[in-house]
């Protein structure tokens, strides 16, 4: 079993919509979740991460988390063009603090 | 504010050839990770150094060795290069392995070994 899970889509959205991303994570251990923007051919950058229960807002961007269920979700309000990209869910867990990253869900925002 | 400097940014490698590649970061960061990122398995972490004079190994670090130069820079070396380590590396850098903050990864080298 994989630590984090992602459906690796291709998820698409029209321009303007709720684009909704979502991770589960197989240790109840693990803390700290992230979420990670990457366009084709660039670098992971971090959107967002959330450590405790219900929902973090951040702009246009809000991380849900539901630890009973071991999920992480990554909502985008009125989805641009330009948020077309991989999103990426990382855990975060003992020991150690190691990081695991699902494989991504690609998005594309139609215009 | 350069953030995560990786070098080189393509390579191409016979077979049995060796290679180093550098990474280098101006935040003051404690801990530095190399990283490889293959379709369909996600990143999966290679080595990692939790503090300059430490390292240790990652879920894949066989054909790799790691040096902590100084504070900044972490190396990652293929010694004897193989077409299985064709891959996207990621360099990335964090303030504290034991503080649950994210990281902030380099543009990445894209190697491929024919």
């Known amino acids: 079993q994989k630590e984090v899970e992602q459906n690796s889509g291709p998820l698409s959205v029209p321009e303007g919509a709720i684009a909704s991303l979502n991770c589960t994570y197989s240790d109840r251990g693990s803390q700290s979740f992230f979420w990670y923007r990457q366009y084709s051919g660039k670098s992971p950058e971090l959107i967002m991460f959330i450590y405790s229960n219900g929902d973090k807002e951040d702009g246009r961007f809000t991380a849900q988390l539901n630890k009973a269920s071991q999920y992480v979700s990554l909502l985008i309000r009125d989805s641009q063009p330009s948020d077309s990209a991989t999103y990426l869910c990382?855990?975060?867990?003992?020991?150690?603090?190691?990081?695991?990253f699902g494989t991504g869900t690609s998005l594309t925002v139609i215009p | 504010n350069a953030g995560v400097t990786q070098t080189p940014k393509f390579q191409v490698l016979k077979t049995g050839q060796s290679m180093t590649l550098q990474c280098a970061q101006d935040?003051?960061?404690?801990?530095m990770y190399w990283y490889r990122q293959d379709p369909g398995m996600g990143l999966r972490l290679i080595y990692y150094s939790a503090s300059e004079g430490t390292t240790d190994k990652g879920e894949v670090p066989n054909g790799y060795n790691v040096s902590r130069l100084n504070k900044r820079e972490f190396s990652l070396r293929l010694e004897s290069a193989a077409p299985s380590q064709t891959s996207v590396y990621f360099c990335a850098s964090s303030l504290d392995r034991a503080l649950p903050y994210g990281y902030t990864f380099g543009s990445g080298t894209r190697l491929t070994v024919v």
């Open positions: 990382a855990v975060n867990r003992p020991p150690g603090n190691q990081f695991y």
């Open positions: 935040m003051n960061h404690n801990s």
